[in-house]
């Protein structure tokens, strides 16, 4: 088990523990960097959560590229993710992760199967990715930088964090780590989705490329500054 699988149990573990007060959650965690640490993780699903969401993307593209046929490649890309459902269950672990994969290919699907075209597939992916972007950047612009929220969520108190200016300035900075991975998706992607031809496997690679891995690269990037810092837990203090 990584270090990322690890915080993500340890994550889900701490939040389902019954009849825990919200300010509780807080005292699992001595830092402020250390509780958005293990929320990021748990968020991502850890490696395994990455893996499913990067395996439907595999079977459709893959499966295109060797039939040119977008039923067969969607029904490709929708079986995978009723395995991965399958597997969740049998193992009685959490399905949030498989269900998002299925939700995600049967949009990707509606999208690819209207328009007879398998490079339609990754639209909705590159236009949920400019949203993203567009939605973290406003807010760190207000000032209310998303990542803080995640604070919020731990201590019990959505908007305490507010009030100290350096973990809104870590926040913002967590939140342009976001941001980027974003951007680079839809400045790669856009631009070969306009292209003429069927783009379905160059989409394809760079969304399996841009995805988990570029989401290991910017956690990892979160870790590393979170790892400098130990800003007390408010409520700890406050407890």
């Given at each position: ?203 394809g690679a760079a969304k399996i490329v841009m995805g988990w891995p ?26």
């Amino acid at each position: 088990m990584t270090s990322v699988d690890r915080e993500a149990k340890d994550a889900e573990a701490g939040d389902t523990e019954p009849g825990a007060a919200a300010p509780a959650g807080a005292a699992a965690h001595d830092t402020v960097e250390a509780a958005v640490r293990a929320q990021l993780t748990k968020a991502l699903g850890g490696v395994r959560g990455m893996v499913e969401a990067a395996v439907p993307t595999i079977g459709f593209t893959v499966t295109y590229m060797a039939v040119k046929d977008v039923k067969i490649a969607v029904a490709a890309g929708v079986a995978a993710c009723v395995v991965l459902l399958g597997i969740r269950l049998v193992q009685r672990s959490t399905p949030q992760f498989a269900l998002n994969s299925l939700v995600g290919i049967a949009i990707a699907a509606f999208f690819a199967l209207r328009s007879g075209k398998a490079e339609d597939a990754f639209l909705p992916g590159i236009m949920l990715n400019a949203g993203y972007a567009v939605a973290m950047i406003l807010s760190i612009v207000v000032r209310w930088p998303v990542v803080g929220f995640i604070i919020g969520s731990v201590t019990g108190d959505p908007t305490a964090w507010r009030s100290d200016p350096g973990i809104v300035r870590l926040c913002s900075r967590l939140t342009w780590l976001l941001v980027l991975p974003c951007l680079l998706r839809v400045v790669v992607q856009y631009p070969i989705w306009l292209a003429d031809g069927d783009q379905s496997g160059p989409l394809g690679a760079a969304k399996i490329v841009m995805g988990w891995p570029l989401q290991v690269a910017a956690l990892g990037a979160m870790v590393w500054l979170l790892a400098r810092g130990r800003t007390p837990m408010r409520g700890r203090e406050t407890a």
